[in-house]
């Protein structure tokens, strides 16, 4: 029996969602060629954002001021035309970025074993350790998830986010750990980010707070948007995005409180920014965290990423995952119930 085309049930996707892989419409062109272009879709937490900004974003591993001379040399396109970098983008908006050769830094298959939930032909779903960056950046070119996934998966991985993201449709911090979904074809990479961008997709953490919190449950709703003050943070802004955040608490410690964060949007280091704002940043987390210093052994925040539910691109079939609690998470949990605060 032939296996079922992909669909993407009750999800309307924009046009300007599903780029062909290097905007070259089609075109036969040598793979000399190909490996010098990167295209980009401009995610909902980049909009309105300047062009130079954008790109400097989306290609990690150049410069600002490198991206900026190729803009202005017209060797990046905004919607397949040139643009001035100070020019405000849109989300959907298509970006196609030439680079020399010389620049394209060579992102190798590792043998880095995976710890997979889920797999099929379409997609895989990884708990990921913490201390694994996603995908390449500066001075993480190798150990990175999509090392790992390149290994694993070969040649079958979308190519939708350009060579050093293939198939990655999203991704947690480096000390975040737990579920990554990985596309293995780019119909499965737009069925999952179309999810992602109608908020559709349930997303579940796992994290230590500090403080007692009284409230059972509670729902911060506040947009985020880039730090004014630093770059690569993330703040609370008027200006901003809409961020929401829904949290249960789970238990109490007195100095600190165990929940689960529940994502309704997902913008970039939503739950840390938002934790840090009403006070109780979590455990460990040490750009958010202000000047607590962890007693734990944490290296980095105390947060996972632990239930992953979608609608399977081929199937229409609801998926969940579940990524257990990894062993220095429960180390803690084990110590804060045995009174060691």
Same mark, same amino acid.
């Given at each position: 029996?032939?296996? !079922?085309?992909?669909?993407?049930?009750?999800?309307?996707?924009?046009? $300007?969602?599903?780029?062909? %892989?290097?905007?070259?419409? @089609?075109?036969?062109?040598?793979?000399?060629?190909?490996?010098?272009?990167?295209?980009?879709?401009?995610?909902?937490?980049?909009?309105?954002?300047?062009?130079?900004?954008?790109?400097?974003?989306?290609?990690? @591993?150049?410069?600002?001021?490198?991206?900026?001379?190729?803009?202005?040399?017209?060797?990046?396109?905004?919607?397949?035309?040139?643009?001035?970098?100070?020019? %405000?983008? %849109?989300?959907?908006?298509?970006?196609?970025?030439?680079?020399?050769?010389?620049?394209? !830094?060579?992102?190798? !298959?590792? /043998?880095?074993?995976?710890?997979?939930?889920?797999?099929?032909?379409?997609?895989?779903?990884v708990n990921k350790?913490?201390?694994?960056?996603?995908?390449?950046?500066? +001075?993480?070119?190798?150990?990175?998830?999509?090392?790992?996934?390149?290994?694993?998966?070969?040649?079958?991985?979308?190519?939708? /986010?350009?060579?050093?993201?293939?198939?990655?449709?999203?991704?947690?911090?480096?000390?975040?750990? +737990?579920?990554?979904?990985?596309?293995?074809?780019?119909?499965?990479?737009?069925?999952?980010?179309?999810?992602?961008q109608d908020h559709?997709?349930?997303?579940?953490?796992?994290?230590?707070?500090?403080?007692?919190?009284?409230?059972?449950?509670? $729902?911060?709703?506040?947009?985020?948007?880039?730090?004014?003050?630093? %770059?690569?943070?993330?703040?609370?802004?008027?200006?901003?995005?809409?961020?929401?955040?829904?949290?249960?608490?789970?238990?109490?410690?007195?100095?600190? $409180?165990?929940?689960?964060?529940?994502?309704?949007?997902?913008?970039?280091?939503?739950?840390?920014?938002?934790?840090?704002?009403?006070?109780?940043p979590l455990l460990?987390?040490?750009?958010? @965290?202000?000047?607590?210093?962890?007693?734990?052994? $944490?290296?980095?925040?105390?947060?996972?990423?632990?239930?992953?539910?979608?609608?399977?691109?081929?199937?229409?079939?609801?998926?969940?995952?579940?990524?257990?609690?990894?062993?220095?998470?429960?180390?803690?949990?084990?110590?804060?119930?045995?009174?060691?605060?």
């Amino acid at each position: 029996m032939k296996n !079922p085309e992909i669909m993407i049930p009750e999800i309307m996707i924009p046009e $300007t969602v599903i780029p062909d %892989r290097y905007g070259l419409s @089609g075109q036969e062109t040598a793979d000399s060629e190909i490996s010098r272009k990167e295209t980009f879709i401009v995610p909902e937490d980049l909009d309105s954002e300047r062009f130079d900004s954008v790109i400097a974003s989306l290609s990690e @591993g150049h410069s600002r001021s490198y991206l900026k001379t190729l803009i202005k040399d017209g060797s990046v396109l905004l919607n397949g035309a040139a643009a001035k970098p100070s020019v %405000r983008v %849109r989300e959907g908006d298509k970006i196609i970025l030439v680079l020399p050769q010389k620049m394209m !830094p060579d992102i190798k !298959p590792e /043998n880095i074993p995976l710890d997979i939930l889920y797999e099929d032909e379409d997609l895989l779903v990884v708990n990921k350790p913490k201390g694994m960056v996603v995908h390449p950046a500066p +001075g993480h070119y190798t150990g990175t998830l999509v090392n790992a996934v390149m290994y694993h998966c070969g040649s079958s991985l979308s190519g939708i /986010n350009g060579i050093l993201r293939p198939g990655i449709v999203h991704r947690i911090d480096r000390d975040t750990t +737990g579920s990554v979904i990985v596309c293995k074809n780019d119909a499965a990479h737009i069925s999952i980010a179309a999810q992602l961008q109608d908020h559709t997709i349930v997303r579940r953490y796992y994290a230590i707070l500090y403080d007692n919190i009284a409230e059972d449950e509670f $729902t911060v709703d506040k947009p985020i948007g880039r730090d004014p003050k630093d %770059r690569k943070k993330m703040a609370v802004r008027p200006d901003g995005k809409r961020a929401v955040t829904h949290c249960r608490v789970l238990r109490r410690f007195g100095a600190y $409180t165990y929940a689960e964060c529940r994502l309704e949007t997902g913008r970039t280091h939503q739950i840390r920014v938002h934790m840090s704002y009403v006070h109780h940043p979590l455990l460990g987390d040490e750009v958010y @965290g202000g000047s607590r210093k962890s007693r734990f052994k $944490t290296e980095g925040q105390c947060l996972h990423a632990g239930i992953l539910g979608f609608i399977h691109p081929r199937t229409g079939e609801y998926i969940e995952t579940a990524a257990p609690i990894p062993q220095y998470f429960e180390d803690i949990l084990s110590k804060l119930d045995n009174g060691a605060l």
